[in-house]
């Protein structure tokens, strides 16, 4: 049986244009990889309904998981909320636990929250809402597709409330061993390992030092033991064997 | 006429486990951007033959050009080569051009191109070479699929020498606008202002410096006479502008 898994979709014309860098990638990776859930793909689109309902709707149907962020603040250019709605066919409005929520952040929320920022409340008919304790617009799940803010902090504070909501699966353990050898003089020894050890996932990734090539070899399984096996059995075979070639 | 466009493939288990965080597609955008090509969307997918089959498929037939990043290195993880061969349905093989140039990379070829390392000059049958000044082994163009290294010193030298022959459009030029008022307070003029300048790109992105709630307003257009009318009307309605319903 299988880790339940996962995508990522990316929303923001901002980061096609490489004005603003994506970090939540790299932050849901981290968390998704402790958490037993294993993430297979990530997709960024622009802030176009179209390209957002046809990626969510291949993912959804593909994953166990749907993440999103960004475009669910106040602005024009923020159409998410919408465009997921469209992609499940549901309706959307205003919604008064999401308003409740979204009022808390004003003094005066009769006169601050216009037009734009009650946007930040419209909600797809029976979304669960993903609490957000830093600038409470709300975050929310639709059956598998949990859709969160573009704003690293807010991603990271709107999954940390959503993460225990999930079935998670039996973390993927990892273990890096840096091997001060050229990638290419290691490669063939290290083809057999894998070959031999079809449970383990087993990388390689060169590294240049100062002018030094080495690489850092990593395996990946959810098993400790066969983990643990598998370095002491590396670090033998990596650091005395010569290529095959010799 | 509009901008040729693009799509970018990240290959990789390690940037969705987390290990690794991609800096190429950011690299990718700001030199697309500059020449004139539209990134349109970017995709990361596993060391899996038949996924990266299927992403390079469906991005080739929809964008003008595709590039991608990962996965052709020396080890048994670098799949990228033959799953692009496959894609196009080519043949594969060593071919001597790219054994030649990999070839100067070793004082002693004859010694040191063993197996693992002559998968570095498998090159589908057709393809342009892509230079690699710094380790050599060369990334490769299939029609419009360019296929580059994932570390981002070579994947930035080899985008440089392709760029070139690559014909671009007109270049997007952006302005941005940094307002000390909260994204909620001007969202309103701000649709406003792009209802009326449907020719604009027009975006919003929260900032939070110290406490202090700001946005920046980014407006692009390949038209730097409309860039800067449109700044500087910005910069009276947004800063004398109060929220409509106030």
Do not use: W
């Not at 409005?93 to 037009?115: K, Q």
């Not at 059956?143 to 690293?152: D, I, K, L």
């Amino acid at each position: 049986m299988g880790n339940p898994t996962a995508a990522m979709l990316v929303i923001g014309d901002e980061i096609l244009s490489g004005r603003t860098r994506d970090r939540n990638l790299a932050h849901l990776a981290v968390s998704l990889t402790g958490k037993g859930i294993d993430l297979r793909e990530a997709r960024v689109v622009p802030d176009v309904e179209a390209e957002i309902i046809a990626a969510v709707n291949a993912l959804r149907a593909r994953y166990t998981h749907v993440f999103t962020s960004g475009g669910i603040g106040p602005t024009h250019d923020d159409i998410t909320a919408d465009a997921i709605a469209a992609a499940f066919g549901l309706p959307i409005g205003v919604r008064e636990d999401a308003l409740a929520v979204l009022s808390t952040n004003y003094a005066d929320p009769e006169r601050e929250l216009n037009e734009a920022r009650l946007r930040m409340a419209r909600v797809p008919e029976g979304a669960v809402l993903i609490d957000n304790p830093i600038s409470k617009a709300p975050g929310f799940s639709v059956e598998n597709v949990h859709v969160m803010a573009g704003v690293p902090e807010i991603f990271a504070v709107m999954l940390e409330g959503l993460l225990p909501r999930l079935t998670g699966g039996r973390p993927l353990l990892s273990e890096s061993l840096y091997i001060e050898r050229p990638e290419g003089d290691i490669a063939g020894p290290l083809r057999e390992f894998a070959a031999r050890h079809p449970e383990l996932s087993v990388g390689c990734y060169p590294r240049n030092r100062g002018g030094v090539l080495g690489c850092i070899v990593v395996v990946r399984t959810p098993d400790a033991e066969s983990l643990a096996a598998a370095r002491a059995q590396l670090e033998v075979e990596l650091i005395r064997t010569d290529t095959q070639e010799d």
